[in-house]
């Protein structure tokens, strides 16, 4: 189950935060304003899922694999087709 979870927060990484917020205490006491995480949630769901997971299972040490995790989940939220999936415009 956890796989399936980690594979769709690739695909619907909203989803997956709220199932998280929900079900789990996966977000508390990591941030200490609550505004971070609805931020997150809104412009940069990805690197808020990867920001909490270092602080998971990483217990905050931001070494080199957490790193490019941190700059990959960046370029996945900040890439410019995120969102324009079944956008097309023909011109005739």
């Known amino acids: 189950m956890p796989c399936l979870l980690v594979v769709s927060a690739l695909f619907l990484p909203r989803f997956v935060i709220v199932l998280l917020w929900l ?6 006491g990591i941030f200490s304003l609550a505004l971070w995480p609805v931020l997150g949630f ?7 899922l990867w920001y909490t997971a270092v602080e998971h ?11 490019i ?3 990959l989940a960046l370029l996945i939220d900040l890439s410019p087709t995120a969102g324009r999936h079944g956008r097309r415009v023909y011109i005739r």
Do not use: D, K, N
């Open 23 to 28: 079900f789990t205490h996966w977000f508390s």
């Open 42 to 48: 809104l412009f940069l769901p990805t690197t808020l």
């Open 57 to 67: 299972w990483f217990h905050g040490q931001w070494g080199v694999i957490p790193i």
């Open 69 to 71: 995790g941190i700059v």
